[in-house]
């Protein structure tokens, strides 16, 4: 994917995109996976709505699970409580 971004042969497909929306799907996707809960640590909801932005829904969301994947996978487990 990053050789056709270089040369120009990646499409997006951009339209609005809910941030929220694409955190939440995530956090119920990849929950199962952590040995901790997760959960948002901080909120996308300053009380004036949903944060939109445009872009490829897709390949946000794409982004987005890989930088979870790889938190999941390289953050050591948390010590046991005394």
Known sequence: MIAAAETGQLTLVTAPVDVAELLAD?????????????????????????????GDAGRLDQALANLLVNALRHTPPAAPSP
């Open 26 to 54: 995530l956090v119920t996707s990849f929950g199962p996976r952590a040995e901790a809960p997760i959960s948002r640590c901080a909120t996308v909801d300053d009380g004036q709505g949903p944060l939109i932005v445009l």
